[in-house]
Every structure is written in structure tokens, then in C-alpha cells.
């Protein structure tokens, strides 16, 4: 699916409200997200709802067998759940996701699993994050956006943070290449990766240790809302990698 290119900018807002969704029950194969996040919350008009990634993976049924006391296995189905690897470190891999993403160990995640089980990514993140949206319209009556997101590592830099890795009702990038600045001077590389903004500010109240899988971002302008994805426009492109 093309997506045109959208230069306009996004207005900042006066301030934003963050709040965590709390008493979702453990997630399992087949449960209606929406279902559960509609009864947990009040939605309202221009809401983003980010979701961790786990529980859509739980909820599409992508959870695997991993044996616990095998150092080798999360490394083992990580490289059986990329398309490249691109370094090794020990027991860790840096691999190509099909989705295009580069990250640890394709994405492969043991954290707040049960003992001997491992989630992986979504097959197509924007989809679930298009199936989540709809379905929340469908029981709201709201127009809302849905980000997906998980946690990554960030080459050069210490820590992690949570980004987008898909999305449904965003505009996933601003282009203000064309534009001026405050000076008048014009901007020939700036491109703003809004869903990704908004997945690092929503995992402040979720937190990595708290079982909070979902917060809701209010008070963002009415600008950032529109078409876009993960996979078409925030994932560089290879032959655009100065690095591969």
C-alpha cells in the first residue's frame, strides 16, 4: 500500500494526559483486546491507545516453547525467526525481522512469560494495530489511533525505549523537509517519527516490572491522526542504510 507523502507539520499541544490502563486481566490466545480495553477505560474522540506488544502476540496465539535451562535456545529461535543476522555477541544476536525491523534477537522475548515460553513478534503489526482500532470503533462510537510497541535498544546509545512498531489511524512520520523553522531557515532533513514519540511517552506509566500493558495518550492535536504504518514509512528502506 502506497502512502503519499504528508509535509504538513503537527501542531505541539499546550499538554498532554497519560494514563495507564489498569485491571486487564493475563491474556491469552484468542482474547478480544478491544473487548477488554473498552470495559478498563473511558475512551474518548482523538485518544491513542498504545499496546505492548506481548499481549497482542498472547492474543494472536504467538507464543512458543522455549526450553528454560538451554542457553542456546532463545538464541536458536531467534535466528529461526529472522531473515538475517547481522552480528553475534555470546548468546545474543542482532537479526532482520521479516517485518524489517533490526533489533536483539529478532524480537524473540522471555520477559513476563510463564517458565518455558517465549513471545514473538506479531506477523503483521500494523494489521493488529488496524483490527484493535476498528474493533474499538466499532464499541465506542470514538475515533481513536493504536500504536503497537515494544522495546528496543538503540545502536550507539545505552538503554532501551519503547517504539512503534505499528500503527492504525497516525500519520507514523512527518516530513517537514520543505518547510521553515522558527528562523525562516528551510529544513532539508527533518522527518518526525511521531509514533515512536508517542510509544516512549506511554511506556513512562507502563513501566517494564508493573504488568501494565496499555495506556492511553490524550490531548494530542488532531493533526497527527491520518493514514499511515510502521512497515512503509518509519522501517529505512536498504538501500537507504549506510550501515548494511
Keep these: 500500500m502506497a502512502y503519499p507523502r504528508q509535509n504538513a507539520g503537527v501542531n505541539a499541544p499546550a499538554s498532554l494526559t497519560i494514563l495507564a490502563v489498569t485491571g486487564l486481566p493475563e491474556i491469552g490466545p484468542g482474547d478480544d483486546l478491544a473487548a477488554l480495553i473498552s470495559a478498563a477505560t473511558a475512551l474518548v474522540e482523538g485518544d491513542v491507545v498504545v499496546v505492548t506488544q506481548k499481549i497482542v502476540s498472547k492474543a494472536e496465539g504467538r507464543v512458543v516453547a522455549v526450553d528454560p535451562d538451554d542457553p542456546t535456545a532463545r538464541r536458536e529461535l531467534a535466528e ?9 555477541r555470546g548468546d545474543m544476536v542482532i537479526t ?10 529478532s524480537g524473540v522475548d522471555l520477559s513476563n512469560m510463564a517458565d518455558g515460553y517465549a513471545a514473538l513478534l506479531p ?3 500494523d494489521r493488529s494495530a488496524r483490527r484493535i482500532r476498528d474493533a474499538l470503533r466499532a464499541r465506542t462510537g470514538c475515533e481513536v489511533g493504536v500504536i503497537i510497541s515494544d522495546t528496543f535498544g538503540r545502536p550507539w ?3 532501551v525505549t519503547d517504539v512503534a512498531i505499528g500503527c492504525a489511524g497516525l500519520r507514523a512520520v512527518v ?9 525562516g531557515r528551510r529544513l532539508v532533513a527533518t522527518e518526525i517519527c511521531l509514533v515512536d514519540e508517542i510509544a516512549g511517552a506511554a511506556e513512562l506509566v507502563m513501566g517494564k516490572a508493573s504488568g501494565i500493558p496499555v495506556a492511553v495518550v490524550r490531548g494530542l492535536d488532531p493533526s497527527v491522526f ?7 514509512q518509519v522501517v529505512r528502506p536498504y538501500c537507504e542504510d549506510l550501515f548494511r
Design 80 to 88: 529461526s525467526d529472522a531473515v538475517r543476522v547481522l552480528r553475534r
Design 96 to 105: 532482520e525481522t521479516r517485518h524489517g525491523f533490526v533489533c536483539a534477537n
Design 123 to 125: 506477523i503483521d503489526p
Design 157 to 159: 546509545r545505552r538503554g
Design 175 to 183: 516530513d517537514l523537509r520543505g518547510t521553515t523553522d522558527a528562523l
Design 226 to 232: 491520518g493514514s499511515g504504518s510502521v512497515r512503509e
